[in-house]
Every structure is written in C-alpha cells, then in structure tokens.
C-alpha cells in the first residue's frame, strides 16, 4: 500500500516537470532577435553592499562588453557597505571612462528599494539592473537589449545565468540545474512570457515600468509580474550570458539559494490575482509553477517516505541498494540532473518553511578577489 501511494504521489509531484520536458522537446523555439539595429541608450543599475574584492574587475568587465559605451551609464548604488566598496567603485569608474553617477544609501534597503530609488535617477528610456558580483559576456547586452526591441509587446527580458565552472560540487550542481532551468524559460517565452527572471541581467522599459515591488518577493520576478500585469510580455533571452561565482561552501550558497527559493515562492503567491487574466502564460504557465513550488517539493519528498517504507517491508536489501546506487551516482557523476533536482527541491522546501521572514536586506556571497 505505501509503494502504491509513494508513486502515484511521486507522479503527481512531477507532472509539472513532465510538460516541461516535453515542451522543450517539442515545443515552439523563440524568434532569433539578433542585435539592435541602433543601440538604444540604458540606463545600468548596479547595486552592491560589501563587495570590494570583486568591483574593479566588475567595471572592467563593463568596459569589455560590445554594448557601445556612449550609449549606456551606470548608476551604482552602495548599500551602506561596511568595507570600502564606495571608495573602490569611486576609483575604478572614475578611471574607466564611462558615464556614470553614484548614490549611497543612508541605511541598508535591499536590491529593490535600492533599484527603485535609483530608477528615479535615470536618464535613459531602457533600464538594465545587475549585480555586482557577476560578469557579463561581451555580447550579453547585445542580445539582451535586442531581445527587448524586437517586438513593442515586451517590456521586459533576462539573461541566462550560468555558473564559472570549477571543480567544486556546488558548481555543478548549480550548472546541471540551470541547464535546464533556462531551457524551460525559454519555451515558456517563445508562447508567452515567464515570470523566472535571474536578477544578474534584467532589462526594461521605463515608460511602462517605473517600480518594482519592494514589499515582498524577488525584485527580478516581481519585474517581469509588472510587465504582464499591464498587458506585455517577459521574456528570457539565452543568449545574453553572465556568469556567477558560486560560493565554495555549502553552508554559503545554503543562505544564498534558501533566501533565493523564499522569494520566489513569496512573488509567486503575491500575483495570483494576475490567473485571472487570460493569456497562455496566466491560464497555462502560472498554474504550472504555482503547482511546482508550492506542490511538487512537499509531495516529492512525502513520496520518497512513503515508498521507502514500502520497500523496507517488502525487500529491505532493494532499499539499500537503491540508496547506495543514488549515493555512488551522486560521488562519480556529481554533475546530474537528479542531484540537483533534489538538492532544488530541498531548498524549496526550506524556503516554504522559512516564508514571513524579512530576506530583503542581503549579505554578500561574492569571493573572488581584485
């Protein structure tokens, strides 16, 4: 009876990951955008708070990319930084060149309220936020901002956020995963619009975007929410590439993907007022992620009890085999897609589990040096 229950509830817990896999498979592939044709001008938010040792190189890397520089400024918020953050950006974006200006918060906000009171600073039609602990390819805002050009009906795009590959379990574990992470939001942008937007390299318009709710959830879901709120579309772009430094320690990236996985839940509860709207993404793709946050980790672990306790009474020799191959495939083949849905499902988990805490204000998880 419990392998009965055990599997038809591991079914139901991955149903929504079924359709994607097929969707993916099989579905509509997006329009290829290319390039802009006349560079519109951007306004570049960056937003740090302790992040000395990587700020040189990150203006560096900004003045790598292809995006033309007298097409583009940078506004860079420093969030009360308690190291010398403020003092390093002053330096190094002096000596870069570049069009830029700074604002110092007077007390630590958080990545929204910090872009919110900077969006209010901006000169230029289009609005870019990143972080300042990541680095883009030289032609992600190429891509990025060609994305958004394309067609009048999308106010808002992401980037693809990759992992720098190293020999570090997390690593790639975070790189099996985002694999397919952003194979899913591409389909889902190729019909409509998607909602899972990486806060590393988003891009909008401000005519029809001028806040981001800083109340509760993710500033980059909560992005995209607006722009399907007013009737537009939210889009992923592949192509548009920056890369994250993922933590060494487990422990860090814990904090990192906990804080994470609790926004999005909490952006994905604040909007279901929008499943009312109807447009493939509010009629299909929504319910789809409001079942595989808010279902598919409770079930899928509630399924793995209940048929271990099946096969404990039934063969307990199967059991700990089963548990033994998952354990050498897990040691030998660490960068799979099975380790790290599990290891996702787990911080899901956790992020129900740690939903009504304030995670807005955030702590830096950055450790490369300058």
């Known amino acids: 009876m419990f392998l009965i229950v055990g599997f ?146 999308i106010a808002a795009v992401t980037g693809e956020l990759r992992p720098v590959l190293n020999e570090n379990n997390t690593t790639k574990l975070e790189y099996a995963y985002r694999s397919y992470f952003g194979r899913i939001c591409d389909w889902e942008s190729a019909i409509d619009s998607t909602y899972n937007f990486n806060g590393a390299l988003v ?11 800083d109340k509760r959830g993710a500033d980059d ?43 999005l839940i909490e952006a994905t509860l604040a909007n279901m007022n929008l499943l009312g709207m109807n447009r493939p993404f509010t009629r299909f793709f929504y319910p789809l992620r409001i079942f595989l946050y808010l279902c598919t980790p409770v079930l899928f672990f509630i399924s793995l009890f209940l048929i271990a306790i099946g096969l404990y009474y039934a063969s307990p020799f ?10 050498v495939i897990g040691v030998v083949w660490r960068q799979n897609l099975l380790n790290a849905f599990i290891v996702n499902q787990f911080y899901l988990v956790t992020g129900l589990l740690n939903m009504g805490k304030d995670t807005r204000i955030w702590e830096s998880t950055s450790k490369k040096g300058n």
């Open 221 to 263: 879901a909560n992005t995209a929410f607006e722009a399907i709120r007013k009737g537009y579309r939210a889009v992923y772009e592949q192509r548009a590439v920056v890369f994250e430094d993922i933590p060494d320690s487990f422990g860090v990236q814990y904090r990192q993907k906990i804080r994470r996985a609790k926004q």
């Open 8 to 153: 038809i509830l591991l079914i139901v817990a991955l149903f929504p990951y079924i359709i994607y896999l097929f969707g993916i498979s099989f579905g509509k592939k997006p329009t290829d955008a290319g390039f802009p044709k006349d560079n519109p001008k951007i306004s570049m938010i960056i937003s740090a708070y302790n992040e000395e040792r990587v700020i040189g190189n990150r203006i560096v890397n900004l003045m790598q990319c292809h995006y033309p520089r007298d097409s583009y400024e940078i506004i860079f918020v420093d969030d009360c930084s308690s190291d010398n953050t403020l003092s390093r950006a002053k330096t190094c974006l002096e000596e870069s060149g570049l069009e830029y200006r700074i604002i110092a918060n007077n007390e630590r906000l958080g990545t929204n309220r910090s872009y919110n009171n900077a969006i209010k600073f901006a000169r230029y039609p289009i609005v870019v936020t990143t972080d300042a602990d990541v680095f883009f390819e030289p032609d992600a805002l190429n891509y990025l901002i060609g994305r958004l050009v394309s067609d009048p009906k």
């Open 318 to 327: 199967i059991l700990l085999g089963l548990i033994s191959l998952t354990m």
């Open 203 to 213: 891009a909008f318009r401000t005519d029809l975007i001028r806040r981001i709710d």
